[in-house]
């Protein structure tokens, strides 16, 4: 029997969550509900994490947000603490996005431990003292 594919919701402040999410959706093609939005706009402590409750929805539920700390960071944590079968996942970026939207029927530890992974290895730098040719450049 295969179990509920995790459902994800994008926790940041200012229009960072809409603008992931759009972006993850023209990439690759998703539909509405399996990665949200969610701002952190106008609300209180109370009312983020009342809204957080909301859209988190009844299934396994991965949390990405866009700071650890923060009212975002924090109204995930609170939620995670009181809820199974969700997890909260920091430094929110496109590629780990990417990812989950490909692999959220794994087990929601193994998904949390593959999309830091995968997070991190998407961070590069290449310093112009490193290059002198952009285009031939390895990343760092």
């Given amino acids: 029997m295969m179990s509920e ?19 993850v959706k023209q990439i690759a093609g998703i539909g509405d509900g399996t990665l949200r939005p ?24 991965l949390i990405f947000t866009d700071l650890v700390s923060g009212s975002c960071g924090f109204a995930a944590r609170k939620l995670v603490a009181e809820r199974p079968g969700t997890a909260v996942l920091s ?13 959220r029927d794994l087990p929601l530890p193994v998904l949390v431990e593959r999309l830091v992974t995968h997070g991190r290895d998407a961070i590069t730098g290449a310093c112009s003292e490193d290059c002198t040719d952009a285009a031939g450049a390895a990343a760092r």
């Fill in 5 to 23: 594919p995790v459902q994800g919701l994008i926790l940041a402040h200012a229009s960072v969550a809409s603008g992931l999410v759009a972006a």
């Fill in 38 to 61: 969610l701002t952190n706009d106008g609300c209180g402590p109370d009312a983020l994490l009342d809204a957080v409750r909301r859209d988190a929805g009844s299934g396994p539920a």
């Fill in 91 to 103: 430094g929110a970026n496109l590629a780990m996005l990417l990812d989950f939207v490909f692999h």
